[in-house]
């Protein structure tokens, strides 16, 4: 959530391969995980694998401070770990913390079992050319992801789709992902990582993304905590 104070909870593991991913080290089990020391410090204490929702949430509470917006459950793919990811959301929503979840929304079942805990949900809109998953697997993984937006629409959890863009990102698949989406909260385009991108061509993607949504939704992010040197 751009310009608001989180704490970031990393999950490792996921199910998919985007060509442009920025956390590729996650993508297996992991024997150890690390904990920020001090919030900001960029230092940070090794804790053994797996951790019990509990002692997560100690680790939140300890880098929590005033101001605090949410917490980002992000990965990785939280999905992949839905039933510890929602006791997690679970014990922050009654500690009083708004649960923020991130996801490239693959499984509307694992979904929807979290969505009485969520306040807001971000879920990539996967695009052919991100080669995320097997060609012929990508209508499943699409309709999915819409249908978690909708979902999270109709429960009242906030509903923003993420569409991550590279330089040859086409027009023609940000306006087609763009469609059906009336109900959305927000759609942010987010350059990826290290792609240079003309401003000409962030300009026509957002026209194309404007097509079928108000632009009052439309948004092009970068992605901040990397250009803050933040984790
Ligand atoms: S969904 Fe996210 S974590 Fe998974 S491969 Fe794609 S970018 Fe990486």
Known sequence: MVGRRQVFVRM???NLHCRYCDTPGFCGRQD???AELFPGWGEFSELANPLRPEQVVAEIDRLSGRGLHSVSLTGGEPLCQSDFV???ARECQSGGQKVYL???GFSMQRFCTLLDHLDYAAVDLKLPSH???????WEMLIQNERACLDFAFQAGVYAMAKVVILAETPDRE???ACQGLEGLDALVLQPAWGSRIPSR????????ACTN???????VIPQVHRLLGVL
Do not use: D, I, W
């Open 201 to 208: 061509r962030l300009l026509r993607l957002h026209e194309a």
């Open 32 to 34: 150890a995980c690390r």
């Open 102 to 104: 991130e996801t490239n």
């Open 12 to 14: 490792a593991g996921c």
């Open 86 to 88: 929602g006791a997690l």
């Open 174 to 176: 940000v306006e087609s």
């Open 131 to 137: 080669q995320a998953c097997p060609a012929e697997e």
């Open 213 to 219: 949504l108000s632009p009052e939704k439309v948004m």
